[in-house]
């Protein structure tokens, strides 16, 4: 579980480098699909990360929207804001809280019932999705995108 989350936050850590060599416009502009541009897709996959925790932890949720965080920089402060209890959160995860249960209300009004171990798995494939949206949009405005290779990261234990 942690190594896939370590592999998240250096592909995302990539990514906030990439950003850096585009323009704020390019960064802003709506895109097709998700939750529209790459700036938001950055923010909304932080949101969402610690936002689970938080649920999961039965704390309180975030609520502000991505237009008070418009810029590189200031999404960027709000990852490095939240990663401490995000992380310390994944460093402690044990076997024991694979099963625990998690009850959800979707925005239907549905009850969920599911497991700790899967909400974690649904966070990691979240991101993964998102990233990959990131990568087709670099290529509609002819940049190479970052690389989502998990081999050569060197995440295996005892390895990086």
Same mark, same amino acid.
């Not at 909400?119 to 990959?132: L, N, P, Q």
């Given at each position: ?9 250096? %592909? +995302? =850590? ?6 850096? &060599?585009?323009?704020?416009?390019? @960064? ?34 975030f ?11 200031? %999404? +960027? =402060? ?6 401490? &209890?995000?992380?310390?959160?994944? @460093? ?19 009850e ?27 290529r ?14 060197? @995440?295996?234990?005892g390895?990086?």
């Open positions: 579980m942690q190594m896939m989350f370590e592999y998240n936050w250096d %592909v +995302r =850590e990539d990514w906030f480098k990439w950003c850096g &060599e585009i323009s704020e416009a390019e @960064l802003l502009e709506k895109r097709t699909g998700g939750v529209g541009g790459i700036l938001h897709t950055l923010f909304h996959i932080i949101d969402v990360e610690w936002s689970w925790i938080r649920s999961l932890q039965g704390k309180s949720d609520n502000e929207s991505f237009e008070q965080y418009r810029s590189i920089r200031q %999404v +960027r =402060e709000l990852e490095a804001s939240f990663r401490p &209890e995000v992380e310390a959160f994944v @460093l402690n995860w044990n076997d024991g809280l694979e099963n625990r249960e998690f009850r959800d209300v979707t925005p239907d009004g549905r969920e019932l599911d497991t700790w171990g899967e909400v974690m798995r649904h966070m990691i494939a979240h991101e993964i999705h998102h990233i990959g949206q990131l990568s087709v949009w670099a509609e405005i002819d940049r190479k995108p970052v690389s989502a290779n998990l081999i050569g990261r060197g @995440l295996a234990s390895i990086r």
